[in-house]
């Protein structure tokens, strides 16, 4: 689950995104160290959802690369990108699991792929990455009997099933109570250090931002690149950009409610 | 807040009638709205100069509808007014048709250059009026509506048909990839999910099948009854519903059937699974969603249609020989023994088959409607309907491949 020494992390370069005749964002680029906590930032429909289906290989980008330890994904052959994805875990926004199995069988589906192990190995595999996730007892709900947030755990518990050296998470706060949300940072920041893992996180909860990003990249939504890179707490003081500085500072503390 | 409004702006309810009957004599009184409501709400224009005032006042309801401010909009167009100045005066209620009415003032005056003054207005109101339109419109997120040219349109769906035979034919290219794995034991399917379909489709048809097939049988009885009677030939009545449903109805009328039924269900089924990335969230992890959707429906349909084809002919058979019994006079023993002369096994190789590739066909049509489905419940109920008439459509077609196949080959 470690990134291996020599890993360079992902790199993305010239990411063109388009949509038939719509173009969601241009010449993207920017670098995520292996091992760190990296967040895509930006205003509502800016891209960023679609920035991060491209890089777990759902779309194809209209131009530029995506590389993973300095392999480019998308000029790979099938089965290398088969191989490719099986390091990645994702959690996608409201859980994605599959609504006709039990979140036990959600999380073994992958192992009972990957792995060479037994049935009943599996399940108890997969019992402990529920647990891992406070969802141990619950093994055999179905999706639709459990509350939003649960679901979302059980993703992530799906998600990090085959101990993947690179987590995606679309939104994971979004319908989280702020408790919630704080204890799935905490969770974050633990995979990052325990194991290791490098995070990508497409998020716009200030909150969470501050408490987990190493590194980030903002999306703007008027000229449709990207137009700030690092640390959200040294953006938010010197960022260029004031729209930048407005957004990791909820306004500016300016009066009246500026463009939500 | 509008409590409040009407608490700051309370004015003596028993002078108000009064003081609207001597401000018609002053200044142009417009009775804007519907008739009835036209007492309840005041609006008084007041020109002074390159000042337009505007007073408005009364009970400003959102049953009342809207007041659109368009002699204002025609006082400003005149020209050689460089402010608009709103005041409340008399008012008692205002809700949202008062805020809509000001914020129509202001775009009025933005459009026309002149500088709109709401000091006059409710500290409350006016705050949000400047609400509405403190953030600018935001270019390039609007649908943009062009008039476009017919044969602009005609070529735009052209194309859009080509694409869509294009990913029709994507489709069949991945399917029959998926079932090249299948058969080198590489397709990465769920047996249990076969199950599933089987139980689905099976028993649970069995009801509408029985009155629909049952129902057939009588139709095509009834219908050969009439005519042949004429010639004293009632007893082929026999012949004619066994082979019309041996050989086309109860292979086409179930399909038809199950299309409605069953066909509709995968494509909802997978459409919604699109809508929850639950689909995407296969693809991540390696899986075809073809291998893991759709190669068990269509594998658990085509073993399911013919068990269901030969109980649909009973039925019509069934059917045929109650009317053949009640309006021809014939025995069953009678009915019975020229059916049996008349159908040859191969008629029920024949329908056998066809159940079986309609089968397959109602299966790939719901499939594949679900897998293209769009991310919202309209493009799944879309995906819906679109698989039945897809479905129908198909039967159709091959059934009329088949005719020409078997009259070929002399079946």
Same mark, same amino acid.
């Given at each position: 689950?470690?990134?291996?020494?020599?890993?360079?992390?992902?790199?993305?370069?010239?990411?063109?995104?388009?949509? @038939? /005749?719509?173009?969601?964002?241009?010449?993207?680029?920017?670098?995520?160290?292996?091992?760190?906590?990296?967040?895509?930032?930006?205003?509502?429909?800016?891209?960023?959802?679609?920035?991060?289906?491209?890089?777990?290989? &759902?779309?194809?980008?209209?131009?530029?690369?995506?590389?993973?330890?300095?392999?480019?994904?998308?000029?790979?052959?099938?089965?290398?990108?088969?191989?490719?994805?099986?390091?990645? !875990?994702?959690?996608?926004?409201?859980?994605?699991?599959?609504?006709?199995?039990?979140?036990?069988?959600?999380?073994?589906?992958?192992?009972?792929?990957?792995?060479?192990?037994?049935?009943?190995?599996?399940?108890?595999?997969?019992?402990?990455?529920?647990?891992?996730?406070?969802?141990? !007892?619950?093994?055999?709900?179905?999706?639709?009997?459990?509350?939003?947030?649960?679901?979302?755990?059980? @993703?992530?518990?799906?998600?990090?099933?085959?101990?993947?050296?690179?987590?995606?998470?679309?939104?994971? /706060?979004?319908?989280?109570?702020?408790?919630?949300?704080?204890?799935?940072?905490?969770?974050?920041?633990? &995979?990052?250090?325990?194991?290791?893992?490098?995070?990508?996180?497409?998020?716009?909860?200030?909150?969470? %931002?501050?408490?987990?990003?190493?590194?980030?990249?903002?999306?703007?939504?008027?000229?449709?690149?990207? %137009?700030?890179?690092?640390?959200?707490?040294?953006?938010?003081?010197?960022?260029?950009?004031?729209?930048?500085?407005?957004? &990791?500072?909820? @306004?500016?503390?300016?009066?009246?409610?500026?463009?939500? | 807040?509008?409590?409040?409004?009407?608490?700051?702006?309370?004015?003596?309810?028993?002078?108000?009638?009064?003081?609207?009957?001597?401000?018609?004599?002053?200044?142009?009184?417009?009775?804007?709205?519907?008739?009835?409501?036209? +007492?309840?709400?005041?609006?008084?224009?007041?020109?002074?100069?390159?000042?337009?005032?505007?007073?408005?006042?009364?009970?400003?309801?959102?049953?009342?509808?809207?007041?659109?401010?368009?002699?204002? =909009?025609?006082?400003?167009?005149?020209?050689?007014?460089?402010?608009?100045? #709103?005041?409340?005066?008399?008012?008692?209620?205002?809700?949202?048709?008062?805020?809509?009415?000001?914020?129509?003032?202001?775009?009025?005056?933005?459009?026309?250059? #002149?500088?709109?003054?709401?000091?006059?207005?409710?500290?409350?109101?006016?705050?949000?009026?400047?609400?509405?339109?403190?953030?600018?419109?935001?270019?390039?997120?609007?649908?943009?509506?062009?008039?476009?040219?017919?044969?602009?349109?005609?070529?735009?769906?052209?194309?859009?048909?080509?694409?869509?035979?294009?990913?029709?034919?994507?489709?069949?290219?991945?399917?029959?990839?998926?079932? $090249?794995?299948?058969?080198?034991?590489?397709?990465?399917?769920?047996?249990?999910?076969?199950?599933?379909?089987?139980?689905?489709?099976?028993?649970?048809?069995?009801?509408?099948?029985?009155?629909? =097939?049952?129902?057939?049988?009588?139709?095509?009885?009834?219908?050969?009854?009439?005519?042949?009677?004429?010639?004293?030939?009632?007893?082929?009545?026999?012949?004619?519903?066994?082979?019309?449903?041996?050989?086309?109805?109860?292979? *086409?009328? +179930?399909?038809?059937?199950?299309?409605?039924?069953? =066909?509709?269900?995968?494509?909802?089924?997978?459409?919604?699974?699109?809508?929850?990335?639950? *689909?995407?969230?296969?693809?991540?992890?390696?899986?075809?969603?073809?291998?893991?959707?759709?190669?068990?429906?269509?594998?658990?349909?085509?073993?399911?249609?013919?068990?269901?084809?030969?109980?649909?002919? =009973?039925?019509?058979?069934?059917?045929?020989?109650?009317?053949?019994?009640?309006?021809?006079?014939?025995?069953? +023993?009678?009915?019975?023994?020229?059916?049996?002369?008349?159908?040859?096994?191969?008629?029920?190789?024949?329908?056998?088959?066809?159940?079986?590739?309609?089968?397959?066909?109602?299966?790939?049509?719901?499939?594949?409607?679900?897998?293209?489905?769009?991310?919202?419940?309209?493009?799944?109920?879309?995906?819906?309907?679109?698989?039945? #008439?897809?479905?129908?459509?198909?039967?159709?077609?091959?059934?009329?491949?088949?005719?020409?196949?078997?009259?070929?080959? $002399?079946?």
């Amino acid at each position: 689950m470690t990134a291996p020494p020599d890993s360079t992390g992902i790199s993305v370069e010239h990411l063109d995104m388009v949509f @038939g /005749s719509y173009v969601v964002q241009r010449n993207v680029s920017f670098r995520v160290a292996p091992g760190r906590i990296f967040v895509i930032m930006g205003g509502s429909g800016c891209g960023k959802s679609t920035l991060l289906r491209h890089m777990i290989g &759902l779309i194809r980008p209209a131009a530029g690369r995506i590389c993973y330890d300095g392999e480019s994904y998308w000029d790979a052959d099938d089965n290398r990108q088969t191989a490719l994805r099986q390091r990645f !875990g994702i959690l996608f926004q409201g859980g994605a699991l599959w609504s006709s199995m039990t979140l036990a069988e959600n999380v073994a589906l992958p192992l009972g792929l990957y792995t060479g192990l037994s049935p009943r190995e599996i399940t108890t595999l997969a019992s402990y990455k529920l647990s891992l996730v406070g969802l141990r !007892g619950f093994e055999d709900y179905l999706p639709a009997e459990i509350s939003g947030g649960m679901r979302k755990r059980a @993703g992530l518990a799906r998600a990090m099933a085959l101990d993947p050296a690179i987590l995606f998470f679309d939104e994971p /706060s979004a319908g989280l109570d702020p408790l919630s949300s704080h204890r799935l940072d905490r969770l974050l920041l633990e &995979l990052r250090d325990s194991l290791g893992t490098t995070i990508v996180v497409v998020t716009h909860e200030l909150a969470s %931002i501050f408490a987990i990003a190493d590194d980030s990249v903002f999306l703007d939504s008027e000229t449709r690149t990207a %137009i700030a890179w690092g640390p959200p707490k040294t953006l938010r003081q010197h960022c260029e950009h004031a729209l930048v500085r407005d957004f &990791l500072n909820r @306004g500016s503390g300016a009066a009246g409610i500026g463009a939500l | 807040m509008i409590r409040a409004i009407i608490v700051t702006m309370a004015f003596d309810q028993a002078t108000a009638p009064k003081r609207q009957r001597s401000n018609n004599r002053r200044g142009r009184a417009m009775k804007t709205g519907k008739d009835e409501a036209g +007492t309840r709400r005041l609006i008084r224009m007041e020109p002074a100069g390159p000042v337009l005032r505007l007073a408005v006042g009364g009970v400003w309801a959102l049953s009342d509808g809207l007041t659109d401010p368009a002699t204002v =909009g025609e006082a400003l167009g005149a020209g050689g007014i460089d402010t608009l100045a #709103v005041r409340c005066e008399g008012l008692e209620r205002a809700d949202s048709a008062l805020m809509v009415y000001l914020t129509a003032l202001h775009d009025l005056a933005a459009a026309a250059g #002149v500088r709109f003054d709401v000091s006059g207005v409710d500290a409350g109101i006016s705050a949000l009026v400047a609400l509405a339109r403190a953030v600018p419109e935001q270019a390039g997120t609007g649908h943009v509506t062009e008039s476009v040219a017919r044969i602009d349109r005609v070529g735009s769906k052209a194309l859009a048909a080509a694409r869509e035979v294009n990913s029709q034919i994507q489709f069949y290219g991945e399917l029959a990839l998926s079932f $090249g794995r299948l058969f080198t034991g590489r397709a990465r399917l769920r047996w249990r999910d076969v199950l599933e379909v089987l139980e689905e489709s099976g028993p649970r048809s069995l009801l509408i099948v029985t009155v629909i =097939g049952g129902l057939i049988g009588m139709i095509l009885a009834f219908i050969g009854a009439v005519q042949l009677r004429r010639f004293g030939a009632g007893i082929y009545v026999a012949d004619l519903v066994g082979l019309a449903m041996a050989r086309e109805m109860a292979a *086409v009328m +179930t399909g038809i059937v199950i299309a409605g039924k069953t =066909g509709a269900a995968f494509a909802a089924r997978i459409g919604t699974m699109q809508a929850n990335e639950e *689909v995407d969230a296969l693809i991540t992890l390696g899986i075809s969603p073809i291998d893991f959707l759709v190669l068990p429906r269509v594998i658990g349909l085509a073993l399911m249609m013919p068990l269901l084809y030969f109980y649909a002919c =009973g039925v019509g058979l069934a059917g045929g020989m109650l009317i053949g019994t009640t309006v021809l006079d014939l025995s069953p +023993t009678e009915y019975w023994q020229q059916t049996q002369h008349a159908l040859h096994p191969i008629q029920f190789m024949i329908g056998l088959g066809k159940s079986v590739v309609f089968g397959a066909l109602v299966a790939i049509a719901g499939c594949m409607r679900g897998i293209r489905c769009g991310r919202s419940a309209a493009a799944v109920g879309e995906a819906t309907t679109s698989a039945v #008439v897809t479905g129908i459509l198909y039967i159709i077609i091959t059934d009329a491949i088949f005719a020409v196949l078997l009259e070929i080959y $002399g079946l």
